[in-house]
């Protein structure tokens, strides 16, 4: 049992560095803590923002290097090192391609907006790339049962996997979404040969075909991935990392690496602890939504314990998530809350933020005004009858294809709340009845018009991505003002932390005087984000965690990725 690399972790980062690790002649081996392979990235969108990508140029959209690095350089605030944003800039694409070669390709969505339309850099759509739909059938039934299966939220009717553009098409009530829908369920019903193995789609999209394919790729090369195989810390001589400790089968064992270690073992949103120590209170770990039990941070422990620099501790990839009955963990919500006919306020009835803007400031903005009224942390999001006839939220249907009296009778009071009149929500919430009803009049003024003149919603490229085409003159504003209206909760959380160990553009770990800790490698969240305390695009956090997994596979192999654009280092942005 020689190996040279080992990778902690079996989320896409760690994938993909034990794959290219393999393909560039070391013997990898992969180590996971759980019974299931691919943590919070197999239940991902499985997005990955690429700027400069090869499909931007053939749908038509200008990018460039210097427009890309000035933009995340913005975005970060001058928390993340210039030479890790261009390493960043300039590999994303080598990424995408890599993952073609190994068998999970990409296609670039031409109209997802950046997040931060504003900024200088940004562009309205062509960076975020969205996996092309994996055939189950390439992992076969064994490895789709080792697959950490998707978020009930991201099936149709529980079952059938729907990928980027057609959730896009069927919330945007495009025409064609009817025959999309329909293709999706006879597609699946009639596949009886593979419905009669498991109830679980043939047609991976998302994250699960991300980490299906990189998991099929990792199987077709026969690379150990050893589960329920829990690090608990690093082992280093002459001041290199040369192997790690393990909780495996009921015994610490130790396991030696030629090279080095790779550690990709998430962030620490499931230690209360330690989001008590770094993140703005109030918090809980059951706020997340990534896989219980899974993400506490062990490796981040284990880096700091090598003395490795800490960094970005107190943020994380924030959005507001609400919780479903039964359900393990705990739903974001991503969308909905862009669709015309809802509003977000806090206890006082009041609006406080731009209900369509990106997730994490739409969570920094709940820590903010809960700050300033003691009432945003649960805050509420509240919607009308046409609202809730025509568009899903959270995990109800649109009412016109499933009516109230079809739900589940516990959801009353645990998943949505519902008044004859605005008043009587109120009353249900606690909410103030003057406040609720006056922004309800305010937002059916703001419809009329096509202006928020309080939060601008609707007033951007990203705003409208999520919006109803149908709807003028803004799509993402309409009158709230047909009873029965209905609320949901909605609670300050996140898909992950993106605080930890610190790394160069290799991804090699610095320690606290910023000397690389020789044969210690990061990515993912386990590592400091590359993106500062910011969310330039979808797909910031997988793009990140799989680009540096080649770069520090390059360097351990001694083939380091040279900068091409060092002039761009330290310019004025
Ligand atoms: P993970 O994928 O969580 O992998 C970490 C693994 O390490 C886990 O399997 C865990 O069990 C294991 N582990 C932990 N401790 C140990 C230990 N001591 N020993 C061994 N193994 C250990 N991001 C995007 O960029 N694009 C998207 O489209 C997107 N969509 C999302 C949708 C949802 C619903 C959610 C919840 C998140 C989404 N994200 C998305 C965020 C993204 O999924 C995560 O940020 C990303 O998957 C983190 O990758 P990771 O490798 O750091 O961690």
């Known amino acids: 049992m020689d190996y040279d690399l ?14 290219a690790a393999h393909d560039g002649g070391l013997r990898p081996l992969v180590l996971e803590k759980t019974n299931l392979v691919g943590g919070t990235s197999a239940l991902s969108g499985g997005g990955i923002w690429i700027p400069v990508n090869d499909d931007m ?78 055939n189950a059938g390439r992992l076969g039934l064994q490895g789709l049962e080792l697959l950490r299966p998707t978020n009930p939220g991201q099936l149709i009717l529980g079952r059938m996997q729907i990928n980027a553009f057609e959730a896009r098409s069927m919330l945007a009530r495009e025409r064609k979404s009817k025959w999309v829908l329909m293709w999706i369920m006879a597609r699946y019903f009639l596949d009886y040969p593979w419905r009669s193995k498991t109830r679980r789609d043939r047609r991976l999209t998302g994250g699960q075909a991300l980490v299906g394919g990189l998991l099929a790729a990792a199987r077709a090369r026969k690379i150990p991935i050893w589960t329920e195989t829990t690090l608990q810390s690093l082992q280093q001589k002459d001041g290199r990392v040369c192997g790690v400790t393990v909780l495996r089968d009921g015994q610490i064992q130790p396991i030696s690496a030629a090279k080095g270690v790779l550690l990709a073992a998430g962030g620490f949103e499931r230690n209360q602890e330690m989001r008590e120590r770094h993140l703005p209170q109030p918090t809980n770990q059951a706020w997340t939504a990534t896989p219980p039990g899974a993400n506490t941070g062990d490796a981040i422990r284990a880096g700091a314990d090598m003395g490795a620099q800490l960094h970005l501790m107190e943020h994380t990839w924030g959005a507001p998530t609400l919780a479903v009955p039964k359900e393990e963990k705990f739903r974001a919500m991503f969308v909905e809350r862009s669709l015309p006919g809802c509003m977000v306020v806090n206890g006082r009835g ?36 046409r609202f809730r ?90 009158p709230i003002n047909q009873g029965p209206f209905y609320a949901m909760q909605l609670w300050p959380g996140d898909i992950g ?35 500062g305390p910011s969310y330039p695009g979808a797909g910031s956090t997988l793009g990140p965690a799989m680009t540096f997994a080649l770069r520090a596979v ?20």
Request: net charge negative.
């Open 497 to 531: 932390t993106k605080g930890g160990l610190l790394t160069d553009e290799d991804a090699r770990v610095l320690d606290t005087q910023g000397q690389a800790i020789e044969g210690l490698y990061c990515v993912g969240n386990n590592a400091a984000s590359v993106m």
């Open 554 to 573: 390059a360097h351990l192999r001694g083939q380091s990725m040279a900068l091409q654009r060092t002039d761009l280092l330290d310019s004025a942005v």
């Open 350 to 385: 009041e609006r406080f933020l731009n209900e369509s803007g990106p997730y994490p400031e739409f969570q920094q903005a709940m820590f903010a005004n809960h700050a300033k009224t003691g009432s945003a942390i649960p805050a509420w999001i509240v919607f009308d009858a």
């Open 389 to 478: 006839a025509n568009y899903p939220i959270g995990p109800m249907m649109p009412a016109s294809a499933v009516p109230d009296s079809r739900l589940r009778k516990s959801w009353l009071g645990q998943v949505y709340w519902k008044g004859e009149t605005l008043q009587e929500l109120a009353a249900h919430i606690g909410v103030d009845p003057q406040g609720l009803a006056a922004s309800a009049a305010r937002m059916t003024q703001f419809a009329q018009t096509g202006k928020d003149l309080d939060f601008d919603r609707g007033g951007n490229s990203f705003d409208r991505y999520y919006g109803d085409i149908h709807v003028h003159p803004n799509p993402n504003l309409a």
């Open 6 to 19: 080992i990778v902690v972790g079996s989320g896409a980062g760690a994938l993909l560095a034990a794959i």
């Open 57 to 134: 140029a053939k749908a038509g959209i200008q990018d460039s290097t210097d427009t890309a690095f000035g933009y995340v350089k913005r975005c970060a605030r001058g928390l993340a090192s210039d030479r890790r944003i261009l390493a960043y800039v300039e590999t994303a694409r080598t990424l995408a391609r890599t993952l073609a070669q190994i068998g999970v390709p990409y296609r670039c969505m031409p109209h997802y907006s950046d997040y931060y339309p504003g900024t200088e850099g940004a562009l309205p759509g062509g960076r975020t790339m969205d996996p092309v739909d994996f």
